[in-house]
């Protein structure tokens, strides 16, 4: 089992920026793919940004591209999501999600969740 709690979350004006964290307990975290998902009112919870348990590889939604950055730090057991230039339409309860491999979390298909965090972009 892994349990994933995200923070970080908060109210931000367009063009701000936000880190969000993830941390990890339970197993072997640096055995696991990480990702970040998203979820706004009344929209499917969609697919923001992945990276491989190495670290080494990254893979975002077309939405966020140049704009958030995915990385970890497997000796703190946590992922982080720098997201700048932050718009409206960014405004979602954003989820962590781990997975045996990054073709899992690209597929959508995480094995766990965290409980999210809100972010909410004024405009």
């Known amino acids: 089992q892994v349990q994933l709690v995200e923070s970080g979350g908060g109210l931000v004006q367009a063009g701000g920026s936000l880190r969000l964290s993830c941390a990890a307990s339970?197993?072997?975290?640096?055995?696991?793919?990480m990702a970040w998902f998203r979820q706004a009112p009344g929209k499917e919870r969609e697919f923001v940004a992945a990276?491989?348990?190495?670290?080494?590889?990254?893979t975002y939604a077309d939405s966020v591209k140049g704009r958030f950055t995915v990385s970890s730090d497997n000796a703190k057991n946590t992922v982080y999501l720098q997201m700048n230039s932050l718009k409206y339409e960014d405004t979602a309860v954003y989820y962590c999600?781990?997975?045996?491999?990054?073709?899992?979390?690209?597929?959508?298909?995480?094995?766990?969740w965290g409980q999210g965090t809100q972010v909410t972009v004024s405009s």
């Open positions: 999600a781990a997975a045996a491999s990054l073709v899992l979390l690209i597929r959508r298909r995480p094995e766990y």
């Open positions: 339970g197993r072997s975290f640096d055995t696991y793919a």
């Open positions: 990276i491989g348990s190495s670290g080494r590889s990254t």
